[in-house]
């Protein structure tokens, strides 16, 4: 799957290729400011890169799917300026604080006492907010290490860049393999570190609040690569929203983007 996955990504525009009409009048002017070698333009340089990358981590913090579930790792813009550490982690700890995070956890929690898991919490109310809490630390303790700490660490970008246009089938492909790639901060594809190892990560430190019978090495191993697999579903969803909801609620998440990077396909020679 990875390697049938990873064949769609070469087709895709790289940052720097990615053109005005894409990304916007003020994309195109940070991509223009990037290229500034002189040293006496280097520093100006990183301000306008930063600042731009502050508005569009605010724009990114406004994104939700029916205005009601996050979707503040999702990068509409396919050459977003790359966050610096700070932001990755204010990032990461704004979808961990979000109200929709803990509610998950409390239906989560609930899901799983009447699911009968997790017996060594006991039952009732008790048993309750114990699993409603180990759902949320899985959360909590997953988005700050692989969407904060290590893409900080390793320099790897933590969001999605929705592909947007090409066929549906490119597009599937595409957001499977970038659960185990991911761009970097120099812009360029490379393995995911941060996803994976943080998934296990997080899946080790759930051993010291889970009962001791759902606990273990061999669990957090195999939990830990269930749950990057289920995070493929995820980023399929978030690569058709925008398509789902322009249909049926006509409204345009991706604010025509994708409209005009299919007019720039469609205009480039075969």
């Known amino acids: 799957m990875g390697v049938t996955a990873a064949a769609a990504l070469p087709s895709a525009p790289t940052p720097q290729s990615r053109t005005a009409i894409a990304a916007g009048p003020k994309e195109a002017q940070a991509q223009s400011i ?11 340089a990183q301000q306008a890169k930063h600042k731009l990358a502050e508005e569009q981590l605010k724009a990114e913090e406004k994104q939700r799917v029916v ?10 813009v396919w050459n977003a300026v790359s966050l610096t550490a700070g932001q990755k982690m204010q990032l990461a700890f704004r979808s961990a604080i979000d109200p929709f995070t803990f509610a998950a956890a409390f239906l ?21 907010f114990k699993r409603a809490g180990a759902s949320y630390l ?15 660490i390793l ?6 860049f929705r592909l947007g246009h090409g066929s549906a089938m490119r597009r599937i492909l595409y957001s499977a393999a970038t659960t185990f790639i ?3 901060d120099n812009g360029r594809w490379q393995p995911n570190y941060s996803n994976v190892a943080g ?3 997080a899946g080790a430190i759930s051993n010291l609040y889970y009962p001791p019978q759902n606990a273990g090495w061999g669990e957090t191993i195999t939990n830990g ?15 058709f929203w925008p398509d789902i909801s322009r249909k049926f609620f006509h409204h345009d998440p991706a604010h025509s983007r994708d409209a005009q990077s299919t007019a720039q396909d469609n205009a480039t020679p075969k």
Not at 34 to 44: E, L, N
Not at 108 to 128: C, I, R, T, V
Not at 227 to 238: K, M, S
Request: proline residues 6%; charged residues 15%; aromatic residues 14%.
């Open 199 to 201: 998934n296990i990560i």
């Open 34 to 44: 990037s290229s500034a070698h002189t040293p006496a333009k280097a520093p100006r």
């Open 67 to 76: 205005g009601i579930v996050p979707a503040f790792g999702t990068s509409y």
């Open 108 to 128: 989560s929690g609930g899901y799983h006492e009447l699911d009968d898991n997790d017996a060594g919490y006991g039952w009732g109310a008790q048993g309750y």
């Open 155 to 160: 320099h790897q970008d933590p969001r999605y």
């Open 182 to 184: 991911c761009k970097g």
């Open 138 to 152: 899985d959360a909590f303790d997953g988005g700050m290490i692989g969407n904060g700490i290590l893409p900080a």
């Open 225 to 239: 690569f269930i749950v990057t697999f289920e995070g493929t579903a995820g980023g399929e969803f978030q690569e």
